[in-house]
């Protein structure tokens, strides 16, 4: 079991930047592939970004790729999404995934495939 719980959210103007956390006990993150995915409401939960568990590769959609950087600390068992040039329909709620892998270099874009998952922090970009 591993346990995860975001933080870092909160309410920034279009342009501006914000580091969320993923912090894990329960188990080494060095052992999971780890994903973003944010949900607005009404609408769908989507994909944001992914690592591996060896933190070697990432990857993201293009509705961020050049904005959003996922990054992962083993010492401090936490996985970082940082957000910079925010617009606001990146408003959501931003929640990251965990699931256990045997291959260092994978990393995970299917949300099924994930099998925890935090509570989510809310991100609000203002116009």
């Known amino acids: 079991q591993v346990q995860l719980v975001e933080s870092g959210g909160g309410l920034v103007q279009a342009g501006g930047s914000l580091r969320l956390s993923c912090a894990a006990s329960?188990?080494?993150?060095?052992?999971?592939?780890v994903g973003w995915f944010r949900q607005a409401p009404g609408k769908e939960r989507e994909f944001v970004a992914a690592i591996s568990r060896s933190g070697s590769t990432t990857y993201y959609p293009d509705s961020v790729k050049g904005r959003f950087t996922i990054s992962t600390n083993n010492a401090k068992n936490t996985v970082y999404l940082q957000m910079n040039s925010l617009k606001p329909e990146d408003t959501a709620v931003y929640y990251c995934?965990?699931?256990?892998?045997?291959?260092?270099?994978?990393?995970?874009?299917?949300?099924?495939?994930?099998?925890?998952w935090g509570q989510g922090t809310q991100v609000t970009v203002s116009s």
């Open positions: 329960g188990r080494t993150f060095s052992n999971y592939a």
């Open positions: 995934a965990a699931v256990w892998t045997i291959s260092s270099g994978y990393y995970f874009t299917d949300k099924s495939v994930y099998n925890y």
